[in-house]
């Protein structure tokens, strides 16, 4: 069946009768006009898609995100407590109410960790216990909640030790590279490190000092990287006060992600487990997080040498490596085996209800997640009660959209992990792109100057083109179009004479540390991450909250509407495509980058391994991609398609997406399969991931074999596009 533009005509018709009040509203001058072109669109669908995006576009409301926010941190609400399960049954609920369907909550039974009891002491040279506390105020009344946590990093292991104590700066290996040069041995001492400079995941930190014998490891949050020395710290400002706490898990996830007794199956009630010994992401190490006021009396108390300059954080006293102080510490955790609720629901699609659009965002806080998560959960709910209200006016996706809402993330990523294992088969061959939000506003508006916060998405390089497109039809809070202030921002950040190219605007390197994470790297399948950032420094603790948001991160609440906004587009975009908008020469030439980077990083010599070819194979895939795209676009311009045309060739451009996979993982970490994209064990970016750390490591063995499976894989897909260039070009 063609495509035929009378057909959209109409549809334009009836929409605008239906729905030109709205319209009205939402035009603006700086806006698209409707009859911009739109990837992966005919020209008569870009224009109904500009008429349904317009009347979207008015339905966010900050208010109503407001609204949300206040609900969602009204009270605390880890993972595994009453509050976070009467949040997913809420969800559930208004859901419903919305108008979405198939509405469910999933239940895993997972490994968990919360603290019995834990406390921490100096025993010499003077006497100091620490409150493990975070102080409140009586200008935010939520800081007074009896049931605030007092520290805990989840999975620390339980133990009772006293030792001497040894500052070991960001906790990283070159660290104690130093200290081994200074003659300091940390084995069965307690080591103190700080949160970040440079920054690394805590688990990494974790791991690094249980592997130099570490006996236990406190980790302080310094206001050199997160407080006063940043500027007004709360309530006053958004930087962190003296007894803010950075509570988190320090779960090896970056090994293996989701419950630890599970890894690579879900943990749906009465899967088989391995025992906790056994699993690989269990730390084995005590670990508490200290406030800097809890910190600051055991390091003035060290009379050891001083540290070198780099070493110097923000407190008014004399940073040394050791000396003198002894600490005793004690934690004692519960780690059993707690559901945890994945709420779930769907718009079911009008025309291919078997290819999905998946949205999300975790539902777990620390304590209130004002800006993690629940600044995405707000924009969440406001993209679910538009896209509902659309729905209930009569006006279906293409595809089906789903949203979820993950639980446990904070974790081990759990339960978009295990939701991933369970439905692996069908995500696999249905799942044409992941959008996620974990913190919609993490940053001061406030303070974010007349450009504003930073506009700061992430996404695999094939889906990048679409989403700077996207942007430009997209309001930003300050009146100008996202794209404006995105690339003013950018300049800004970057400290550019010139805004950077279109090319250089989305991060394509991306990492771990939220939900995205099994979508990606496990089975394959394309992601974007969308959030704004700033100024902010109450990192999981529990100063995060309805207070912050409302009176220094995000007043006004514009630019949770704004997030709810470029969310709600490129999902529409996703669904309603006639083509499916994938760009694998702008994929190619990110790949190209990536590989240059690799070899200038490393300074790689041909002897050592030969990389012409993977140019020429990276060369290949681009003009592949590009011909083909040329071609399609020609023609779906025209008209000259039709949907059986259509459909086959959205097979194939997913197909390329699941080639990246190697059945085998990364060597050392089979549960990451992608060979473009990993994590380091710092939660950091890693590209070509096999191939990386097999240089970095100069195992050149390793390395060939590696770049012979990028070289396959490579090959397989720019051969896969030239057949579906052939059956395009034939139907014709």
């Known amino acids: 069946m063609k495509i035929r533009p009378e057909r959209t005509s109409c549809l334009i018709a009836v929409l605008g009768l239906l729905f030109a009040p709205f319209t009205l509203l939402a035009q603006t001058p700086s806006e698209t006009s409707p009859a911009s072109p739109i990837l992966g669109f005919s020209p008569a669908n870009a224009a109904a898609e500009h008429h349904l995006e317009a009347i ?125 040069k200074k003659g300091i041995r940390v084995k069965g001492k307690i080591v103190i490190v700080r949160y970040s400079n440079p920054y690394s995941y805590r688990g990494f930190k974790a791991l690094t000092a249980e592997r130099e014998g570490a006996a236990a490891l406190l980790i302080y949050s310094d206001p050199a990287e997160d407080g006063y020395a940043l500027g007004k710290v709360f309530p006053d400002g958004p930087w962190g006060p003296e007894t803010h706490i950075q509570r988190g898990a320090i779960a090896y996830d970056y090994i293996v992600p989701g419950d630890p007794t599970t890894p690579g199956w879900a943990s749906v009630p009465g899967a088989k487990r391995i025992a906790p010994e056994a699993a690989l992401s269990i730390p084995k190490i005590i670990a508490l997080p200290l406030s800097w006021r809890d910190a600051k009396p055991l390091l003035e108390n060290m009379n050891g040498p001083e540290v070198p300059k780099q070493w110097r954080g923000a407190l008014p006293i004399t940073y040394r490596f050791t000396g003198a102080v002894k600490v005793h510490v004690n934690v004692d955790m519960d780690t059993s085996v707690k559901p945890y609720l994945v709420a779930e629901a ?53 595809r089906t959209i789903i949203v979820c809402s993950w639980d446990g993330e904070e974790f081990t990523l759990t339960g978009s992990t295990e939701w991933g294992e369970q439905f692996e088969e069908d995500l696999k061959k249905k799942l044409v792109a992941y959008l996620n939000v974990d913190e919609a506003v993490a940053g001061a508006a406030t303070t974010a100057g007349p450009e504003g916060l930073s506009f700061k998405p992430s996404a695999v390089a094939s889906l990048a083109p679409m989403l700077v497109e996207a942007s430009k039809d997209v309001r930003a809070p300050s009146g100008k179009s996202l794209y404006d202030a995105w690339r003013a921002t950018a300049m800004r950040d970057k400290k550019l004479a010139k805004p950077p190219a279109d090319s250089a605007l989305v991060e394509t390197r991306i990492g771990s540390g939220s939900d995205h994470t099994v979508f990606l790297n496990h089975l394959g399948r ?6 704004f950032t700033g100024d902010y420094g109450v990192y999981h603790s529990a100063y995060d909250d309805h207070f912050w948001m409302s009176r220094i991160g995000d007043p006004s609440f514009e630019y949770h509407t704004a997030l709810t906004r470029i969310w709600g587009l490129t999902t529409l975009r996703l669904a309603n495509s006639d083509i499916l908008p994938f760009d694998f020469a702008a994929n190619a030439a990110a790949l190209r980058g990536f590989l240059g980077e690799l070899e200038s990083r490393n300074k790689i010599t041909p002897k050592q391994l030969p990389l012409k070819q993977l140019y020429e194979r990276i060369a290949d895939f681009e003009t592949s991609g590009r011909e083909l795209r040329e071609l399609t676009m020609h023609d779906l311009a025209s008209g000259n398609v039709n949907s059986e045309m259509v459909r086959h060739l959205n097979e194939q451009l997913l197909q390329v997406e699941s080639n990246w996979l190697d059945p085998a993982g990364i060597p050392g970490r089979p549960w990451f399969q992608h060979l473009l994209y990993g994590a380091r064990y710092t939660y950091a970016h890693l590209e070509f991931p096999g191939l990386t750390e097999a240089v970095e490591s100069a195992n050149w063995k390793l390395a060939a074999e590696q770049a012979n499976l990028l070289d396959s894989a490579l090959a397989k897909n720019s051969e896969l596009l030239r057949s579906a260039k052939s059956s395009w070009a034939k139907k014709q």
């Open 526 to 531: 394309p992601v974007i991450n969308l959030g």
């Open 56 to 180: 979207f576009e008015t339905l966010p409301s900050p208010e109503k995100a407001r609204e949300w926010h206040r609900l969602f941190t009204a009270e605390p609400h880890p993972a595994a407590s009453e509050q976070n399960n009467k949040l997913a049954e809420f969800l559930a609920t208004e859901w419903r109410k919305q108008g979405w369907e198939d509405v469910s909550l999933r239940q895993y039974d997972v490994l968990h960790s919360s603290p019995r009891s834990v406390s921490l002491e100096m025993v010499v040279p003077t006497y100091f216990k620490a409150s493990l506390r975070e102080d409140s105020y009586a200008i935010d009344p939520d800081t007074k909640n009896p049931a605030i946590s007092g520290s805990y990093f989840g999975f620390s292991a339980s133990g009772d030790v006293t030792a001497d104590l040894v500052y070991a700066h960001s906790g990283n290996p070159e660290d104690y590279e130093l200290l081994r």
């Open 346 to 398: 769907r718009i079911r699609g009008r025309d291919l209800p078997d290819e999905w659009v998946l949205v999300g965002n975790h539902r777990d806080a620390w304590v209130y997640g004002g800006v993690d998560p629940v600044s995405g959960t707000a924009s969440m709910l406001e993209l679910t009660r538009s896209l509902g209200e659309l729905k209930q006016r009569g006006i279906r996706p293409r």
